[in-house]
Structures are given as C-alpha cells and as structure tokens.
C-alpha cells in the first residue's frame, strides 16, 4: 500500500468489540474494551490503542485476563470505594471505577475509587475525560511491572506508572487534560523511534547494562523524568494504587519468583466535584479564563504556538474522527489472523 | 564567627513565635507559624525554614498577611471542605486544613480539603506528614504566583507549584515523603548556587530575556521539569486548588493589573485512610515491604545507595535534632532587628 490504511472509527470499534467478543468476552465488556482502544487512537496515542489487541487477546488466552470476572465492590467507608477486579481487562474494570468515583464525588464532594487485580489499564486519560464528560474533575494513576530505571538503581526498578488529571470547563475549549508518563519518553515511543530510524534525544534512556544511550535498538529501560522527581512519584503511585488495595507489586517483582513477575496493574480514580467547593458555581468560567491566560502568553522562540495539556490530542481526536484511524500493515495483519481464528468478519472485504 | 551559628531547635522554636506573637499572631498560631518553618529548617530544606521570617513579618506589616484572621470552614458535601482562611498565614491555614482532612477521612475514607486565601504555606510536605502521623495517606499541592516557564511560552508564566505525598509504615522506616516542585530546580536553590558561586546544572533555568544560562546571577525563570511535563502538572495544581476554591490566579496575574500581582497561594490537601481501603490492616507492613524492595536494589554506577524519597531530610531531622539548626550571619541579623524592634529577647543572650 502506498498510503497507510485508514479505518473509520465506528467500523474499527465494531471489529475490535467483535474480537473480543468471540473471544468470550461479554457483548457489553467488548464494547467497553473497543471503546477506550480506538479512543486512544483517535486521542493520536497510538501506543494505547488498538495496537494492544493482540496482547489483550493474549492475555485472555493466558488466563492472566478473565474474560468472564465477578467483579465486585468494596465500600467500607462511602467515599472511598475499591473494585476487586478479578482480574477484568483494565477498560472493564477501570469504566466501572469511573463511574463509581462519580457517582460518590455527587453524594459526598469527592470520590476515591481503586482498582486491583486488573489488567494493562489502556490510557488512563480515558476515564479522567469519562469523569470530566461528567462535569467533575477527574485524576488518575495506574502502577503496573517495573519497566523503568530507579534514582541511583541499576535496571528495570519500578513502572513508568502515569498520572492523568482532566479537568472540564464550559465547552469553549476543549477539555484541559495532562496525560503523562512518570518516564521522560514511554517504551512505546522508543518502540517509534526505532522504526523511524532516529535516535532518541539525550537523558531519556539506558541500555541493559545501564550505560546512557540515543541508539532506539540499545535502549531497554526509560530513565524517570526529573531523575529523582520521576522514579519517586512513580513509587509513591504504586503506594497510593498497589499497596492501599493490598496488591504490592514491587516486593514480589524483585524477590525474583515466576508469580511476582506476572503482568498486573493496579490503579486509583478521584473525581471531585467542583459545586461542593464552591457555591458560585463559577467554575467552568473560571476554568476558561484560565484557558485564555496561558493561551495569551507570548511565543517563546522555535515555538509556534502556546498549547495546553490535551489539546494536541484533541485536535488530533477532531481530525481522525473525520479521516479515519491509520492503522499500521503489520498490526492489520496480525488482527486478521485473529479474525480468522476467531471467525469474526474483518470490516475491510466490505470497506474496500 | 569561624564556624556558622547553630541554635538548638526549642530556643529558635520559641524565638521564633515570641517575633510573631509580637507582630499581633496569637500564642497558638505563632506556635504553629514556628513549628511549620523551624520542621523545614530541621529537614535541611532552609529555603522554607526560618529563612521565611523576615517575608513573613512583612506580609502581616503590609496587611497581605492577617495577623487575627476569622477562618471559616465551609462543607457542603461531607468528604469537601474548604478552608476560608481570610489571608491566614500558609501554615495557620494549611494545619487546620490537614487537621480537618484527617477527620473527613477517617468518617468517609477520603478527606479533600482546599484552602482559599493564603499566604505562603511553608514547606507543604509538612502537613502531609502531620497526616501521614495520624496513620493516613498524605497528599498535598500549591499554586502561587507565577515564577515559572511554561513550554512554549516567554516569561514567568506559571508557579514552581509543589507535589508533596508521604505514606506512613509501621514505623521501621523514615515515612517515605517525596516533596517536590514542578520546576527542575527551585527558586531558593538558584540563590545557594548564587551564594556557593557554583553555576547552575543545564537546562535548570533561563535568564529574564530566555536565554538558556548555567550563571546563578544571570537565571531568574527556573525552567520546568520535563518540559510539558512539569508545566502542565504546575497549571493542573492550580486549576485543583485557586479554581477549584473560587480563586485563580492566572487571569488577574497575566492580565497585568496591581491587584493580580498581589502575593496570594491556595492549596490542596488529601488524606485517605487506608484501613478503609482494604479490612486486612496490610498496609503499613505492605509499604514497609515495598521501602525494603527498593532498598534492595542493585546500586547504579556513581552513587553510593538507593534511598526513598525523604529518607535524605529525615536523616538531616535526626542529626539537627542533636546538633542545632545552622543559622546564616545575615539571616540572624535579619531576625536580630525584628526583635529589637519588637522589644523580643534573643535567644543568644542566653545561649552564648
């Protein structure tokens, strides 16, 4: 093909919910699982997106992912929630916990809802936008296996663990939301720099061994942004997910044993109802001006623009959702296979 | 003097609060102001410390600062709060906010409360430990006025808004504390570089005009950590407490006007209660358990241990504990004037 193959959204959705679905995954869950894949594709976080199918599928086979949980709901005390994932694929697990730190941010101010024994998360920043779609404000963090160097360790110590934040104002402007790895660069875009042939930018990786290096096929482990700023928030994500659901991953993974080093992932979803904080409810308003402010700063140089958190994505949401999903040959392919174990159709004999 | 002055913590405890009380601060809230600062300065963080003192007294003299505050706590959801603190000084404000988290989380499992209409808060790490002491999770974040880059953007445009979380354990471990601003390094930090004659790290902070520099005299913007990184989580912190309470910053402040420039801080605590996230009562033994796994680490080539964050100014604690808190020539100078001023007695009367 000379130009990459573009899907339209809803056909991609409907394919990937197919896929899970003959995987035995429950209609409603399948659905749930395409919906925050194919967000992130059209997010342009093409890491967190469809191309984890074949892993989530994996997973699935491995019995590491159940494809059928019993999921259920903690509450001790009512506006701290815990859902015992049973290990449900994150989106499943992670939709339900989004909604539950809702529904307790509008009864008591504020909602804390983690999440254990799930599966990879996908992009976090789906369920902060979830929670933001509500008119609340939405903060998340997820901890997972260690992938990421450690301040003053050697090797892979502790997860490039993120932390979302969205926040919604009246609609003017899209929604602000930061969506960050605690890793200067994540595994997935050093994945993109190899098959681009470039080298990476100084600081942002070591190879195995530990020594620094730019070369994309040397680099193994993420350095933490900021050094110690990095590594420590991502250790103090994994005590605020892993540790307060009773879930540790970091004692098991390093003790060495083959169970420590299962794939799992933990994570924690706030909501915060901004009408309990203040009665004037000049909140959204306020959330624009503050939109304007940094929007009219001056340009520094070698910048074009002043942009804000979210909003790359948002563009980038805007124009996929026009011209459909790009979607690499080699995933295509490995997504047809799949298809074809599966006996699920594949969109593309009706879309050519 | 040969060697620098050291006073042993009570005495400049006391000290401290007699200039306060003096300025019209009462005996209860002068005690607090000292405990909040005379915390940093025994954690070796002396740019929060006593070196506060004078920019203190000088809030309360212009009438930034309210000497006899009326604080009010509004609630109208039981796991919100907000702390009205009608321009309390930071650690009056911010202590009463912690106490009133910890009460909301061990009733609902998470306590959120804001405080609106501050002034400088002091080292924010040190509420989030006083609530990490009362056996709960901790979490704590600033904004203020801008001094900061914003990627892409010209000119202080942002604050060095700081993060700080702090997880309690059995006890066996200094509480594990990270305490960081958003910036690469801190505006305080710049001035010791200045002070020592050292030149700054790359990419640290740019000159008034955005010239990259590495000269202390030179820098006046410290640059943020990790780029949009550290920008967009300075912009989210504000948008979690001054526009979360009803009073922002950025808008007045880029707008221009006198009033927007007028020093002014809100602030965000969180306490979350563990043993209402999971029945087990795991949990301090599980981050004791965690400390012990990244204390275990293989240590990287050029450094000497792994450490956890605040295990650094938990040990600096114990040893000014014994030895005396160092005090700078200028500095008591500086304190030495107030108190003539305000017929307060030194302590070196006595202590010489």
Partial sequence: MASPLKIQPPVLKNYVRDLFQARGVSAEDAATIADVLIWANLRGVDSHGIARVPRYLELLGTGEANPTPEIVVHAEKSALGVVDADRAPGPVALTL????????????????????????????????NRIA???????????????????????????????????????????VMLDMATAVIALGKIAQFKKAGKELPEG??????????????VAKIPLPVGGAKGSGMSLMFELLTSVLVGEPILPGFHSGGPEGRKHRQNASLIAIDPSAASSLGQFPQDVDATIEAIKGLPVADGYERVILPGQRGAETYEQRSKDGIPVAEGLWSQLTAAAEEYGVDSPLVSAQ
């Fill in 97 to 128: 916990a989004a909604d539950e730190a809702i529904a307790r941010a509008r009864e008591f101010g504020v909602g804390w809802v983690s999440v254990r024994r799930t599966v990879h998360t996908g992009a976090i920043g789906y369920y902060t």
């Fill in 133 to 175: 779609e509500a008119g609340l404000v939405g903060v998340g963090m997820v901890a997972g296996m260690p992938n990421m160097a450690y301040e003053g360790a050697q090797g892979a110590s502790v997860a490039t663990s993120p932390l979302a934040i969205a926040v919604p104002g009246t609609g003017k402007f899209p929604t």
């Fill in 204 to 217: 942002a990786a070591i190879a195995a061994d530990g020594t620094p290096t730019t070369d994309p096929n």
